[in-house]
T-cell receptor
Framework: TQLLEQSPQFLSIQEGENLTVYCNSS?????LQWYRQEPGEGPVLLVT?????EVKKLKRLTFQFGDARKDSSLHITAAQPGDTGLYLC??????????FGTGTRLQVFP | DTGVSQNPRHKITKRGQNVTFRCDPI?????LYWYRQTLGQGPEFLTY????????KSRLLSDRFSAERPKGSFSTLEIQRTEQGDSAMYLC???????????FGPGTRLTVT
């Protein structure tokens, strides 16, 4: 069974701080996606990484896929209150269904 | 806005009743996925379609659950004889065969009393 573990589960920081969220597995994934979800809404796709070692940047967000395609990280620089939300990583393995991590709930205070 | 719509957004039902949810992906999406998300957890895969063919079903999908995509466009998910444990957010997502991305709708929140 493929599992994705995210850490930390909760993160509460002040505006302007930097943070990193980790997504780890013992399984290899063909691709990995990061989503952000607001309460009562569906997840919104932020990025897809496919190649081991790949790094993608989206404004203040930097995503990295591990060399072995088993893990990923999301780094946010100078967090803002608008970054508040639930961050989910999701991996695709042998089939196209997504295996989601348990999520990291981020709260950024002004 | 991903263009994926779900109806209803909220459903409250009594235990034992049947409920049906609908998902409308954008026309380009030949793949359609259903997931279930309980409070504090990430979404869990239920089933997916390519066009009208149901290609995979999770073991989570008991005999009380059935999904259809009759014309390869919209899809319905029906739960018969609902139980309190069925209370969750039901999410659908559209995508393309061979593509990596899945685009989620806003979800249907089911509460079984």
């Amino acid at each position: 069974t493929q599992l994705l573990e995210q850490s930390p589960q909760f993160l509460s920081i002040q505006e302007g701080e930097n943070l990193t969220v980790y997504c780890n597995s013992s399984s290899v994934f063909s691709s990995l996606q990061w989503y952000r979800q607001e309460p009562g809404e569906g997840p919104v796709l932020l990025v897809t990484v496919v190649t081991g070692g790949e790094v993608k940047k989206l404004k203040r967000l930097t995503f990295q896929f591990g060399d072995a395609r088993k893990d990923s990280s999301l780094h946010i620089t100078a967090a803002q209150p608008g970054d508040t939300g639930l961050y989910l990583c999701a991996g695709a393995g042998n089939t196209d269904k997504l295996i989601f991590g348990t999520g990291t709930r981020l709260q950024v205070f002004p | 806005d991903t263009g994926v719509s779900q109806n209803p957004r909220h459903k409250i039902t009594k235990r034992g009743q049947n409920v049906t949810f609908r998902c409308d992906p954008i026309s380009e999406h030949n793949r359609l996925y259903w997931y279930r998300q309980t409070l504090g957890q990430g979404p869990e895969f239920l089933t997916y379609f390519q066009n009208e063919a149901q290609l995979e079903k999770s073991r989570l999908l008991s005999d009380r659950f059935s999904a259809e995509r009759p014309k390869g466009s919209f899809s319905t998910l029906e739960i018969q004889r609902t139980e309190q444990g069925d209370s969750a957010m039901y999410l659908c997502a559209g995508g393309l065969a061979g593509g990596y991305e899945q685009y989620f709708g806003p979800g249907t929140r089911l509460t079984v009393t």
